[in-house]
């Protein structure tokens, strides 16, 4: 078979050792594509590949995909997307396609099968504050693993947390961080990322931010607790804080406006969660930000069953479809 493009992935196509079982939807703006796919002659393993894309910014994909395995290499935690083996070669979690043009670089991981908590969040509207507190918990205590080994993630938003497994009711609610290729060292000023979830100190692109001991050395972290307010903040009122129709007004939105409590919208939540989110999670000064082990204290006090009450009826969505 002759190298076919990245744009005519199929099932039944061969990626190195692996036959691809199903292609995952395009994202917009994404650096790869996800593939499900099968060792061949061996049905019954699976594993997501993730394949970096070609075009005029390779080079920028293909160490991207590179710096996510490495940076993956560093992790482990039940809340963090596990590694599989591709490759028998130097390092056997990527390889490279030589079945599709250019043979871009991939990597294997898990097949998470439960869906993105975007789908969740979207199939079943605002979540009760002991199930947002508990995904809230474990995504956190997930960060305060890779923040001790010396990371931020830099993208923590729903369609980046997948249920591991399918979600039956009665079965424990598992989620998994995904999608590393944004992820640095703690002291590194990230600016790429998801504008909506994105730390105000992370859109002062072109500005010198200052030294780390004038900023802290933990603004990677504070960023990454930034976005887990406002996805606690999502989960609870069903849409996130601060809105609007571009780029550059939801960043302005982000850098000066005040957010409108969660009280206004659930009078259920208690005025000291609202505070804790507000002023506690998105305080635009990053050093009057708590930490990642003051939101999982926190947030663990009301985290209630971690187990799932009911499962969106609509078609489930992945991650990497927008």
């Known amino acids: 078979?002759?190298?076919?493009?990245?744009?005519?992935?199929?099932?039944?196509?061969?990626?190195?050792?692996?036959?691809?079982?199903?292609?995952?939807?395009?994202?917009?703006?994404?650096m790869a594509r996800v593939v499900r796919a099968g060792r061949k002659g061996k049905a019954d393993t699976e594993v997501a590949l993730k394949i970096s894309r070609g075009g005029p910014n390779r080079d920028?994909?293909?160490?991207?995909?590179?710096?996510?395995?490495?940076?993956?290499?560093?992790?482990?935690?039940?809340?963090?997307?596990?590694?599989?083996?591709?490759?028998d070669g130097k390092n056997r979690f990527k390889e490279?396609?030589?079945?599709?043009?250019?043979?871009?670089?991939?990597?294997?991981?898990?097949?998470?099968?439960?869906?993105?908590?975007?789908?969740?969040?979207?199939?079943?509207?605002?979540?009760?504050?002991?199930?947002?507190?508990?995904?809230?918990?474990?995504?956190?205590e997930a960060l305060d693993h890779i923040h001790g080994r010396g990371f931020a993630h830099n993208d923590i938003k729903p369609d980046n947390v997948l249920f591991r497994r399918p979600l039956v009711v009665g079965d424990r609610l598992?989620?998994?961080?995904?999608?590393?290729?944004?992820?640095?060292?703690?002291?590194?000023?990230?600016?790429?990322?998801?504008?909506?979830?994105?730390?105000?100190?992370?859109?002062?692109?072109?500005?010198?931010?200052?030294?780390?001991?004038?900023?802290?050395?933990?603004?990677?972290?504070?960023?990454?607790v930034w976005s887990l307010g406002i996805l606690f903040y999502r989960m609870l009122v069903g849409r996130e804080p601060f809105m609007g129709l571009s780029d550059r007004s939801i960043t302005s939105a982000i850098q000066r406006a005040t957010p409108e409590a969660i009280a206004t919208k659930r009078q259920d939540i208690p005025k000291e969660v609202d505070e804790f989110v507000l002023e506690?999670?998105?305080?635009?000064?990053?050093?009057?930000?708590?930490?990642?082990?003051?939101?999982?204290?926190?947030?663990?006090?009301?985290?209630?069953?971690?187990?799932v009450r009911r499962a969106p009826k609509a078609k489930r969505r992945l991650p990497w479809q927008r």
């Open 60 to 87: 920028y994909f293909a160490a991207a995909i590179q710096k996510e395995v490495e940076v993956l290499q560093k992790l482990e935690h039940r809340g963090v997307v596990r590694l599989s083996p591709v490759s």
């Open 1 to 30: 078979m002759s190298p076919y493009p990245l744009s005519e992935l199929k099932r039944g196509h061969p990626v190195g050792g692996f036959e691809i079982l199903e292609v995952y939807p395009e994202g917009r703006g994404g």
């Open 96 to 140: 490279r396609a030589i079945e599709i043009i250019d043979s871009p670089w991939y990597f294997g991981m898990e097949v998470l099968a439960g869906g993105s908590l975007e789908t969740y969040v979207r199939g079943l509207g605002p979540l009760s504050l002991g199930e947002a507190a508990a995904i809230c918990h474990q995504v956190g």
């Open 174 to 224: 598992e989620p998994v961080l995904i999608d590393f290729g944004v992820a640095a060292k703690l002291v590194k000023q990230q600016v790429d990322g998801s504008v909506v979830y994105m730390a105000p100190e992370r859109l002062q692109e072109g500005r010198d931010p200052g030294p780390p001991e004038a900023r802290g050395e933990e603004t990677g972290a504070k960023g990454d």
């Open 280 to 307: 506690g999670c998105l305080a635009k000064d990053p050093r009057l930000r708590v930490s990642t082990e003051q939101f999982n204290s926190f947030i663990e006090r009301f985290s209630g069953d971690w187990r």
